[in-house]
């Protein structure tokens, strides 16, 4: 009893915390359904009507359909590089016992002292000179690279749980180092894959400023981060439509999240990973 109640202005902040954050995602969710009028008339009122004309409307202005399926694809195909760069290399590190293993953990940790506009310019120089200027395979490659060093971080983490008998026995087995990998590491790690690719995702997925510099607006290449804004207007915003807009790009997180979220919350609550 005593111990309950301990915890109960934890409990109370943890909900209004919620609270917090279901406030603005109301708020969006009903203005997207209403007119200018209704939102600045009566902000957190229920729709009167739950027409998908904003939806609609968004979809034809910004041509949020094309640039959804190009963030789609851009995201897939970085996420796809990340994760076939960051196992096996994580796997090496982790099963390195000499200086090198501990001296290429401290090269992919020092990823995190980059800025992110620092890198701006030298990533437009190198679009440039590698003929990718406006085009979305660029990103591609790109992304991945931002995203290594977390992710070898974190997979590093998980791989060092492993005990040495499991790869001992396999190697008895007659097992490869890449068959070590595959049916060994790489199953016993999914919690951590499944953090890396929901971090990663997040990330890529609302990218905007290489977006912008490195894809530009083309209308057919463009992003959804970057076609978003084009439902602004110089002689007046129709809020209903934008927030429409700002639903339409939060499924592919909120579908993402659905399916890898009891991964992620198992690692978190295995304390696998240990920063």
């Known amino acids: 009893m005593k111990l309950r109640k301990s915890w ?7 909900w209004l915390y919620a609270l917090l954050l279901l406030v603005p995602l109301y708020y969006l969710l009903v203005s997207a359904f209403k007119t200018n009028d209704q939102i600045f008339a009566a902000p957190f009122s229920l729709p009167t009507s739950l027409s998908p ?51 290429a953990e ?43 060093p977390l992710a070898v971080v974190i997979l590093v983490q998980f791989m060092r749980t492993i005990p040495r008998e499991m790869e001992e026995a396999a190697r008895l087995d007659g097992a490869t180092t890449f068959a070590l990998l595959r049916h060994v590491y790489t199953p016993l790690c999914l919690p951590g894959i499944a953090t890396v690719v929901l971090l990663n995702f997040l ?16 209308p057919h290449q463009r992003t959804v981060q970057v076609a ?16 429409a807009g700002t639903v339409l790009t939060l499924i592919p997180v909120w579908i993402v999240y659905t399916v ?9 609550v295995s304390g696998a990973v240990k920063m």
């Open 106 to 148: 401290r090269i992919f940790s020092l990823g995190f002292l980059v800025p992110t506009f620092a890198a701006l310019f030298p990533t437009f120089l190198l679009a440039a000179a590698t003929g990718l200027f406006h085009t979305r395979l660029f990103m591609m490659l790109f992304l991945p690279a931002t995203a290594l």
């Open 8 to 14: 109960l202005p934890a409990h109370v902040l943890a």
């Open 203 to 218: 990330s890529f997925w609302n990218e905007y400023l290489y977006s912008l510099v490195i894809i530009g607006p083309d």
């Open 260 to 268: 890898l979220q009891r991964r992620m919350q198992q690692a978190l």
């Open 53 to 103: 004309h904003n939806f609609g409307r968004a979809f034809t202005s910004a041509g949020l359909g094309a640039a959804i399926l190009s963030s789609v694809l851009v995201t897939a195909v970085a996420l796809l590089v990340t994760v076939v760069l960051a196992v096996p290399a994580a796997f090496a590190v982790a099963r390195s016992d000499g200086p090198f293993g501990a001296a």
């Open 228 to 243: 978003l804004p084009t439902l602004r207007a110089l002689t007046g915003t129709d809020y209903g439509v934008l927030t």
